[in-house]
């Protein structure tokens, strides 16, 4: 999804120790994209008790998905934004054409690799994602910053790239059989809960992979090694073909986005995801039992 000319990438990782010795450097802009289903919990809340110095906020429901999504649309509850939206979003947050982005979250990267795919989405490889995120950065004790930032404005131009982001109507031109993961808990894939979108279960064919197996069990998970994730999505049938990856409003998908980048394998985002799909009455669903 390189531009021609644009800068070499860097991550799509990067470690607590690298964003330690990189905290000072102009060209870096770092971003709190902390967000939480319960609606009680907010992520600004969590941004000024205490963040990584110098990062700024991002909100996933007002800057990086469309309006009219919050409470579940035709779109989906996190629809994709638009270029117009992308081009003001980033520039007031001061991400320029050579700005390295680094996102973290404090969910082991499920909602920082939101940020992560848009930005590459459009046309902005120079974005990394903090392994273990807030919560490894504090168990090593390192410094935590209560003021907010305000970033310098900078000029970004979004550049949306061809066929990584599939819309409700390419997903209904799949050809059978096409490959597509549910990135959701193996609860909600079954059927067996719903806590939050209009139907139970799954979209008919799509095989269950969800976020969590990208992660280790330590005690604060990071990302399993590249050829642990590429045996995984090889079982699932990614190295024969891209697949199509949802999960309930678009943001979780990227965590398996990332984790095939990692593999070394590619996938595409369907935006809308289980919550546009569930709410159109039109379309299939399916259910499964735990065999």
Known sequence: MSPTGAP?????????D??????AAPDLRIADVRWYLDPARKGRDAY???????????????????PGGARG???????????????RVMSAAGVGERTRVVAYDDQSGAIAARLWY??????????????GGFPKWQAEGRPIDTTTTFATPAAF????????????????????GALVLDARAPERYLGE????????????????????ANLTKDPVPVFRKPEELRAHYTA????????????GSGVTACHDLLALELAGLRGRLYAGSWSEWSSDPSLPVELRTRT
């Open 8 to 16: 070499r990438a860097f991550g799509p990782l990067v470690t607590t």
């Open 18 to 23: 690298w964003l330690s010795d990189n905290l």
């Open 48 to 66: 000024r008790a205490g963040h990584v110095p110098g990062a700024i906020f991002l909100d996933i429901d007002a800057d990086l998905a469309a």
């Open 73 to 87: 649309g035709p779109l989906g509850r996190h629809p994709w934004p638009s270029p117009e939206q992308m081009d």
């Open 118 to 131: 848009l930005l590459r989405a459009y046309g902005h490889e120079n974005v990394a994602v903090l392994d």
């Open 157 to 176: 131009h979004a550049r949306p790239q061809t066929g990584v982001v599939l819309t409700k109507t390419d997903m209904r031109s799949l050809a059978p």
């Open 193 to 212: 809960a719903e806590p939050i979108d209009p139907r139970a279960g799954h979209i008919p064919g799509a095989c269950n992979a969800p976020f969590a």
């Open 236 to 247: 699932l049938g990614a190295e024969k073909e891209p697949p199509v990856v949802y999960c």
